[in-house]
């Protein structure tokens, strides 16, 4: 191979310029602002922040702890289903528990019912990665080539919808809430749609298209540890089935922390619930299906209103007190710290 020789230039002949071009842009001679930063814009800049964040943050965590919330922890009161759980050959078996309380004063509102898992560890980076969005938007995707292994597909070679470790492992725990009024028990009424953000619903899950559901996952499988194929996850209502079904969004929406609650029902305002949940006894009725002994997690079920900032978190308000709190003892120290030197300033020039 043959070097390739420079040679300088001759004379007579131009050398190249390395000066960038005569603009106003590559010469800097745009007009430009320089801030003068004196003591007084300082200092204002710095006790302003800290009062705006004070302020939002005390109105943060006055409306937090004015949200009312009661959360069951169920893990113990249903320790026989427990048991049967975890045996994963008890999966086809069923197994109810009640769980009784009062509430000596009503919730008023729109009231909230949520469930809550403890020490169960969604933030895995092979667990969140398997999924295969294009499947959840109903096109023939090959899962094969997606991150959803080992839940892709049956020995006989039968296609999981929806396949992945996310879906696989759903919350499936059926709760219902009673209303003890006397000597009758009244059921409170559920709503299961509407739970979901509307992108989830009309742009990130869509249904394969066919004339009906079944039609559209056939040739397909559940997940091993569902009980039913993903058609027939909401018997009750058609429009609530497949990958556009509320509790199934709201569950592939994975949590950052061990420690999360996922929202679960609404309570329908009417007869007896037009003003929230009415002061008495009421009763919890639970179908135990999720175990969770084998990772030594918690079950929760919480009732709870919200109010204009969100639920009962005070996190972001204490956030903001301590980002104020920091920023006005930041303008103290430099207050301080002006005057000290000031004041050496007026000795030496006496």
């Not at 705006?52 to 943060?60: A, I, K, W």
């Not at 009750?236 to 990958?243: H, I, M, V």
Request: proline share 5%; charged share 20%.
């Amino acid at each position: 191979m043959k070097n390739k020789t420079s040679f300088p230039p001759q004379e007579g002949e131009a050398r190249p310029s390395r000066c960038p071009d005569n603009s106003a842009f590559k010469q800097q001679k745009l007009p430009a602002w320089k801030p003068q930063l004196t003591i007084a814009t300082v200092l204002s800049s710095f006790f302003l922040t800290g009062a705006f964040c004070l302020l939002v943050g005390v109105c943060l965590i006055l409306s937090a702890n004015s949200v009312r919330e009661i959360q069951i922890d169920y893990s113990d009161k249903c320790s026989e289903c427990s048991k049967l759980r975890e045996n994963s050959s008890n999966w086809n078996k069923e197994c109810h528990c009640s769980i009784n309380f009062a509430l000596k004063e009503g919730i008023l509102g729109d009231v909230f019912m949520y469930y809550g898992l403890q020490n169960f560890y969604q933030n895995h980076r092979r667990y969140v990665i398997s999924r295969s969005d294009a499947q959840l938007l109903g096109r023939n995707a090959n899962i094969q080539k997606s991150y959803c292994a080992p839940f892709t597909t049956y020995r006989n070679g039968t296609p999981m919808a929806p396949c992945g470790a996310i879906a696989n492992s759903m919350f499936n725990d059926t709760i219902d809430l009673f209303y003890n009024l006397n000597s009758s028990v009244i059921q409170v009424p559920l709503l299961k749609t509407g739970n979901s953000w509307w992108t989830d619903k009309n742009v990130k899950f869509r249904n394969p298209e066919s004339y009906n559901l079944s039609s559209a996952f056939a040739g397909t499988a559940r997940p091993p540890y569902w009980q039913k194929p993903v058609y027939l996850l909401d018997e009750e209502d058609e429009r609530n089935n497949g990958y556009i079904n509320d509790d199934f969004i709201i569950w592939m929406r994975v949590s950052a922390f061990a420690t999360f609650r996922n929202l679960y029902r609404r309570v329908k305002r009417i007869r007896q619930f037009a003003d929230g949940l009415p002061a008495g006894n009421y009763t919890f009725r639970i179908s135990y299906n999720f175990p969770v002994t084998k990772f030594k997690g918690r079950k929760h079920v919480i009732l709870s209103t919200v109010v204009w900032s969100g639920g009962s978190n005070p996190f972001l308000g204490i956030a903001y007190v301590v980002t104020g709190t920091a920023a006005t003892l930041a303008g103290f120290v430099i207050t301080a710290i002006h005057l000290k030197l000031r004041k050496k300033k007026t000795y030496f020039q006496k």
